[in-house]
């Protein structure tokens, strides 16, 4: 090929559409070395994209070795000498290396934040023979053929040597927190049991197990106190209507029965009527947060799952750069063209045409900034692909929000009609929009109740029906979902938003946490009190944020990487210390948190035959099969037992059938749906199941 300019990306999807942009025919040539894909685009100048696969360099210590900490010394190496099943790695970069051999120029043109600069910057100086001074960098926020073009013409003329800096530094504490800490639990637990585990916390990921088991303790020790609700049902019109008491809660059941007494068989008379009216507001553009924030309210996905969907809408050139906490949409981005663009989808169309008409398109904005993106916007191309349901929702989400953003904000009004019902006060409560300005826009997302009230006059008189009191108690605190601890992560500032979501999976993956409302399970718990106990500084929320603070410093060329890692050692050595020296009291008590752990994961429930053992899945010493079977069982006091599917992953679910009140568990083989598995042959829901698919058969 003689001499080119070789470009690095940060995934084969974005070196493809790179590629594709870059050639004067938009008709780029896919080669193959060993298996690696790359590109060849025809320009004044022959270009060679290559891509990475995400992280292809990571941070490993300097001699080999699991079974030993404290860890101090470290370097960067290729993944496939610090991780296994990562060998595919090695060829990958045999290729980039032989690639960059006749090579003359060289871009890194991996994603414009602190990971895709640490994957370019490490491939540049390892894998290119140190060209990571010379490299220029491309800078985009889609990957639009215009944008891209635009990139490549115009470069920034040298990496972001700030940015590489705090990404190393983040990466290099975050080893240094994780290997150690992790280590001297593993290893603790292994060496008391003799049995390996897994055992896990890092500089965020102990902090975020903090806020959890605080929360978990408050609903644990809340004792709920009783309240009663006073409601009246009164009618206007014919039609029945909710009134609310004057007070929200009634403290005593005497008072509560002296307010009925006083307004059995009375009729109301309307006493005033306010009436309201307040402009709505249009919402912000959309953060990375927000996008999942959102994304959780309305269709249950979770963080980490809508950080992926966003991330393939990204690389198909559909949505800007999602890993972005701006809440800015800068003329630059081209308002118009966008909604030309989604002009063509009959969906969108009359909605774009009225943006259109517009003398002037002025998003409504926020307050946050990012110095690489702007907020999430779609780029107003066309998908070449179906989408799934899960793609498809996220990216209508992202241009309904687009949209909204343009649009005048909505006039809504409130009424509040006062009825004294013998000396005492109740509220009827309306709700209508009068012009809905940028709802229209965010339709199918709109989260607001339309109350509407028949025509009412002060002095009228209103029949009531009844009044009731209704008997409450007090709740504890709301459990954590993902979306709120992410929320409560990025209020403490701890982490980023490249990283908050899989820090929440990980506790979810080592067992710390179950369930969609987050609740903290025993060895949760367990490894928490270790941390409390023998390091608190490592779980110490101030601290994680002073380092967050400190390392976004470096960014801003404030701070020194060098003296932030020397820091976060002499943090370290301490803790360690302490660790290693308590070694067999934190062994005993995180084996027997495990061992516990791992029954309860097993436990279905009560058996529903001798009503003394336990359900649980069983493997025949025999066959090696999993079955379902009472803990009595091999005591000989109980014979219950049902068989099992042998494929895929069962998990009790903790709650009974609605046919039979037996326990229940969920089923998931890989390609099917998982499905609720009731394993009682009598069960009238099996019958049920069995008439509506003779049914199907028939039609």
Known sequence: MGRYTLIVTEKPDAAQRIALALDVKGKAKKMEDNGVPYYVAKRDKEIVVVPALGHLYTVAEERRGRNYYPVFGFKWVPRYVAERGVKQIRTWLETISKLANEADLFIDACDYDIEGS???????????????GIAKRMKYSTLTKEELEESYTKPLPKLDFALIEAGRARHEVDWLYGVNLSRALTIAAR?????????????????????LAAREKSIRSYVPTPYWEIKGEVEVEGKTFEAEYE????????????????????????EKIDVKQFQQSPPLPFDLGALQSEAYGLFGYTPRRTSNI???????????????????????????????????????????????????????????????????????????????????????????RFMAVFDEPAIRQSMRINININEHHFYLRGRQTLKEGWLRFYGPYVRSEEVLLPPIKEKQTIKVKKVIAEDKFTKPPPRYNPSSLLKKMEEAEIGTKATRADIIQTLYDRRYVRDERIVVTDLGFDVLEV???????????????????????????????????????????????????????????????????????????????????????????????????????????????????????????????????????????????????????QCPLIEERKKRIEMRNMQ
């Not at 640490?118 to 060209?131: M, P, R």
């Not at 007494?261 to 309307?270: L, M, Q, S």
């Open 531 to 681: 941390l409390e106990k023998y390091c608190p500084t490592v779980v110490s929320i101030k601290l994680t944020k002073e380092l967050e603070e400190r390392m976004n410093k470096i960014q801003m060329n404030e701070e020194k990487r060098e003296n932030v890692l020397v820091d976060a050692v002499e943090i370290l050595k301490p803790v360690v210390e302490e660790l290693k020296t308590k070694e067999k009291i934190i062994g005993e008590q995180l084996s027997s948190a495990i061992k516990k752990s791992r029954i309860e994961e097993r436990t279905i429930g009560t058996c529903p035959i001798c009503h003394t053992g336990k359900l649980m899945i069983l493997y025949s010493r025999k066959t090696g099969k999993r079955f379902i079977g009472c803990t009595n069982y091999f005591k000989e006091l109980c014979k219950t037992s049902f068989p099992l599917p042998q494929r895929g992953t069962v998990k009790p679910l903790g709650r009974n059938c609605r046919g039979c009140g037996w326990p229940t568990v969920q089923v998931r083989i890989k390609g099917r749906r998982p499905w609720t598995l009731c394993f009682n042959p």
């Open 247 to 270: 007070k929200e809660t009634i403290e005593t059941k005497k008072e509560t029965e002296a307010i009925l007494n006083a307004c059995k068989g009375k009729n109301g008379i309307v």
């Open 191 to 211: 060496d008391w049991s003799g049995k390996y585990a897994t055992l896990s916390t890092g500089r965020v990921q102990g902090p975020t197990l903090k806020f």
């Open 118 to 132: 640490i994957i370019g910057y490490c491939i540049l100086k390892y894998a290119c023979n140190d060209k990571e």
């Open 310 to 400: 966003a991330q393939r809408l990204y690389l198909d050139a559909l949505i800007s750069y999602p890993r972005t906490s701006s809440q800015k949409l800068p003329p630059a981005i081209g308002y118009e063209t966008i909604l030309k663009n989604l002009n063509k989808l009959p969906q969108y169309s009359k909605l774009t045409a009225e943006l259109l008409a517009k003398p002037e398109l002025k998003p409504k904005e926020g307050k946050k900034e990012d110095p690489a993106h702007p907020a999430i916007y779609p780029t107003g191309k066309l998908p070449e692909r179906e989408l799934d349901d899960s793609e498809r929702n996220i990216w209508d989400l992202v241009v309904r």
